[in-house]
């Protein structure tokens, strides 16, 4: 079955201490990227891959780190979460087949439920 | 000004009806354009996908982009309570991943 996974669904943090938000698919899709959504808003893009070891920063990347090291994993890493990340975090792959209809296959992950106190 | 704007809500149909969403953006060089469907609770999911002017259609979905007036609608024919949900849209530049997101309409469709 084709599928994102993340986790963990649910975490409970403090402020400070490091976390890691674990997202994998097994479609070999080359595109992944991280969402975060806050009550009332839509997403909002934090990082993107567009392959292995390619990553570029969406429009809320301060106080994130990811990393593609294989093509399946992008995790997302919180070096020192604040409560200003407590959210919603959605991780998505997409295939990129170099033309414009690559973008009409897109899975998301089931999210991950972060509050840090 | 938000780079993407989306129709504020809720907007409340009757079953039946057509419900029309609407989304404008300020970026000209914007190339791709999507509708996600949010259920409460739930991830999104990409209903509408379109990067040409015109319009769309997939089933009771119709999606309608016109970049001369920066402009991306999405009409539901014959809503269905099983419609109500939120609806995001998004917009991509050329060749890249990045994305930019509206901030939802939610839609009620009333039996």
């Known amino acids: 079955e084709a599928q994102v996974t993340q986790n963990p669904r649910y975490l409970i943090t403090v402020t400070g201490k490091k976390l890691t938000v674990t997202c994998s698919q097994n479609?070999?899709?080359?595109?992944m990227s991280w969402y975060r959504q806050d009550p009332g808003l839509g997403l909002r893009q934090i990082y993107y891959?567009?392959?292995?070891?390619?990553?570029d920063k969406g429009d809320v990347p301060e106080g994130y780190k990811v990393s593609r090291k294989e093509k399946r994993n992008f995790p997302l890493i919180l070096e020192s979460p604040s409560p200003n990340q407590t959210s919603l975090y959605f991780c998505?792959?997409?295939?990129?087949?170099?033309?414009?209809?690559?973008?009409?296959?897109?899975?998301f992950g089931p999210g991950t439920r972060l509050l840090v106190l | 000004q938000k780079e993407v704007e989306q129709n504020s809500g809720p907007l409340s149909v009757p079953e039946g009806a057509i419900a029309s969403l609407n989304c404008t953006y300020s970026?000209?060089?914007?190339?791709?354009f999507f509708w996600y469907r949010q259920y409460s609770g739930k991830s999104p999911e990409l209903i509408m996908f379109?990067?040409?002017?015109g319009d769309k259609e997939d089933g009771r979905f119709t999606a309608q982009l016109n970049k001369a007036s920066q402009y991306v609608s999405l009409l539901i024919r014959d809503s269905q309570p099983s419609d109500s949900a939120t609806y995001l849209c998004?917009?991509?530049?050329?060749?890249?991943?990045?994305?930019?997101f509206g901030d939802g309409t939610t839609l009620t469709v009333k039996p």
């Open positions: 998505a792959s997409s295939p990129t087949a170099g033309t414009s209809r690559r973008w009409e296959t897109q899975y």
């Open positions: 479609m070999n899709h080359e595109y």
């Open positions: 891959s567009m392959n292995v070891e390619v990553t």
């Open positions: 970026d000209r060089g914007s190339q791709s």
């Open positions: 379109i990067y040409s002017n």
């Open positions: 998004a917009v991509m530049p050329p060749n890249a991943g990045k994305s930019t």
